[in-house]
């Protein structure tokens, strides 16, 4: 990585993720004619296209040129051939599972806030939702995800481990802590520490941390208390901090306050390597019918910017993404009366990137749903 040269890991994945990662790179191409960057783009295979070309969910090439990059920009993963067998012993997770694993993506962050023109999407109440602004770090290479896992010969029971220790939990609290100290200075812990002895040592692990940040509120939340006070309350949160599966729940519930899961994007971060996609899945029914919403794919991009220290290019992606919400210009999921392609979308967020208010769109139009002649 030097200062404007940079090496793209591109994995589109399955579903909808090549039709959502085509729109992030044109916004990147974008990015780089108006700001003098230069993105290296290398493509790899991963997920169910992967097992249907290597019968590996994680080729070794693919590994080897996310280790070599300065960032790993990622679609989506999931294939209905995998997800209706149950018996099938490679699936496109587990390549997935692995790249964190070998990458040491320890902490997938998502944030979640609301727009004032979407409110009434969520199918919360406006009074709950408006002004909610929460960030969600999940422990991401640790707990029953990536523990011992067994099924008998007769298939009569399992059991998946979840274990964790002080060292999986500290890095990731640390990150939760010092986000916290750059917002409201509140950082919630959920966990289960009425039952779990795991949940017990994140517990015991934060109060240790704690003293090290006075100027953060530590609370702590069971998490079905949690997955019932996102709905009646976002707004009571800020930073969370959590651990894999519940994470994983957690985040996926928040999604629906913003009013549709095609808004969020996330980030993965380990010391030296760093993975940015939309939280949403591969969406297999959406394939190919250009109506997947590539918002949360494009503001992954604004994180991956973020994390190369290219807050300028970040800050204006986001100012455009926030301006074609706010002027409707929005796939289905958004707006069913009148609404645009994926790739109309990305490319009206690229027009503001390079023209901002001088773009060609006639946006009075826009809303009426007229068509402008260019």
Request: proline content about 5%.
């Amino acid at each position: 990585m030097s200062d404007n040269y940079f090496k793209i890991a591109v994995l589109p994945g399955d579903g909808i993720g090549p039709e959502i990662i085509s729109e992030s790179i044109k916004i990147l191409d974008v990015i780089a004619e108006v700001f003098q960057y230069k993105f290296h783009f290398d493509y790899g295979l991963i997920g169910a296209e992967a097992i249907f070309k290597t019968g590996n969910p994680l080729p070794e090439e693919t590994l080897k040129i996310c280790k070599e990059s300065d960032a790993v920009l990622f679609g989506a993963i999931g294939d209905p051939v995998f997800d209706n067998n149950p018996e099938a012993k490679v699936r496109p997770e587990q390549g997935l599972l692995r790249l964190r694993k070998e990458l040491g993506l320890f902490a997938n962050i998502r944030p979640l806030k609301t727009y004032a023109s979407l409110i009434d999407k969520s199918p919360l109440k406006r009074e709950f939702i408006e002004g909610a602004d929460i960030q969600i770090f999940r422990e991401l290479v640790s707990g029953i995800y990536f523990g011992e896992k067994f099924t008998d010969p007769e298939g009569n029971y399992a059991y998946d481990v979840c274990k964790y220790s002080r060292e999986d939990i500290i890095p990731i609290a640390h990150m939760a802590f010092q986000e916290a100290q750059k917002r409201k200075k509140k950082l919630t812990l959920i966990d289960k520490a009425n039952v779990l002895d795991t949940s017990r040592l994140w517990r015991k692990t934060c109060q240790e941390i704690a003293p090290e940040y006075p100027d953060v509120q530590l609370d702590y939340m069971f998490v079905d208390n949690a997955a019932m006070q996102l709905i009646l309350n976002p707004k009571h949160f800020d930073v969370i901090v959590t651990e894999n599966m519940f994470g994983d729940i957690i985040s996926d519930e928040a999604s629906v306050i913003g009013g549709s899961i095609g808004l969020l994007p996330s980030a993965s971060v380990g010391e030296k390597n760093a993975l940015f996609e939309p939280i949403h899945g591969s969406y297999p029914q959406a394939k190919g019918k250009g109506i997947a919403n590539p918002v949360a794919s494009i503001l992954s991009v604004a994180m991956m910017l973020d994390h190369l220290n290219l807050q300028n290019a970040a800050d204006k992606l986001r100012q455009s993404v926030e301006h074609a919400i706010e002027n409707k210009y929005v796939t289905i999921d958004l707006n069913t009366k009148q609404y645009y392609s994926t790739s109309e979308v990305g490319s009206f967020i690229a027009d503001h990137i390079r023209y901002s208010e001088k773009s060609y769109y006639n946006f009075e139009n826009i809303k009426i749903g007229k068509s402008t002649i260019v």
